[in-house]
């Protein structure tokens, strides 16, 4: 086993079962970073980008998150590049319900008709007869959400869907949400140094919903020279940055942090936190700096 964890650390992170029926590794891999500039267009390097995903891979990560939007497309198109035909122990995630127009531009479009077409794309563009967990990117404000979600449920019923999620939801809308389909994640902003949205990890926690913190490793001031993370990372050989994410994964069983990077040697690192163990007074500490 230690063999195991030594080559593969992700899986030091534990399990969660999304659905109950699609267990992962708890740390995962966010693909938003393997475009260009903005979220927009190619990577720089997209050879790089495709051995990042086969590392990640190798270093035990089985839940890779993404969306259309990223590129648009091109975060998908990477990932099927470089691992398709999939592992069969790996976890496709990906969203729609953003368009782009620009780099750095966003605009949420829930009509289930552009629901539909994005999930059929992103099924071809992944190269997928089923998405294992498609999530509404955000709540359209101008589409009631139970045509939003009822979209989704419909393609959960044709065999395209296989579980739903949401992201950037409050309390009250995760429960709305869950009055019109099987919600099994909840994509929030989310961090040590940003826990604004903890009553939606609690009210995740409650109901065995796994919580996916997005930017999972924002420090802040936290990680200034001098700062409340040195002594405790000091202590351990880790970055500020393990720390957050070691953190993450001590707050609760149902969080499943995808810190995402372009490069090889940052994932490596973000994936050797998953080893990290800190103690109740460490996580009292890091929890009480923020």
Not at 77 to 82: E, H, N, T, V
Not at 152 to 179: F, M, P, T, W, Y
Request: proline letters at 7%; aromatic letters at 6%.
């Amino acid at each position: 086993m230690s063999t195991n964890l030594h080559a593969r650390p992700a899986a030091a992170s534990g399990t969660f079962a999304l659905g109950g029926d699609l267990p992962v590794h708890r740390l995962g891999y966010g693909a938003m970073q393997l475009t260009g500039p903005g979220v927009w267009g190619d990577p720089k390097d997209p050879d790089e980008a495709v051995r990042v995903l086969r590392r990640a891979v190798e270093l035990g990560v089985t839940f890779i998150d993404t969306a259309d939007s990223y590129g648009p497309f091109v975060s998908e198109q990477l990932i099927r590049k470089a691992l398709h035909p999939y592992a069969d122990d790996l976890v496709i995630a990906t969203k729609g319900g953003l368009t782009r127009s620009g780099p750095g531009d966003w605009r949420p479009v829930g009509r289930p008709e552009y629901l539909r077409q994005q999930t059929e794309l992103s099924l071809r563009n992944l190269g997928l007869e089923q998405i294992d967990l498609y999530q509404l990117h955000r709540i359209d404000p101008q589409v009631p959400l139970a045509d939003q979600l009822g979209e989704l449920v419909l393609l959960q019923q044709e065999g395209k869907i296989r579980h739903i999620g949401v992201s950037q939801v409050s309390v009250d809308q995760l429960r709305q949400a869950r009055e019109i389909a099987t919600i099994v994640s909840v994509q929030n902003l989310y961090n040590l140094a940003n826990r604004a949205d903890e009553d939606v990890l609690e009210y995740a926690e409650q109901e065995n919903i796994a919580f996916i913190p997005w930017f999972p490793i924002a420090t802040g001031e936290l990680a200034r020279p001098g700062g409340p993370l040195d002594a405790i990372a000091e202590d351990h050989g880790s970055t500020p940055a393990q720390l957050a994410l070691a953190w993450l994964l001590r707050r609760s069983p149902v969080v499943l942090p995808i810190p995402g990077t372009s490069s090889i040697a940052h994932l490596e690192e973000n994936t050797d936190a998953a080893r990290i163990t800190l103690t109740d007074k460490e996580f009292e500490a890091l929890s009480a700096a923020a």
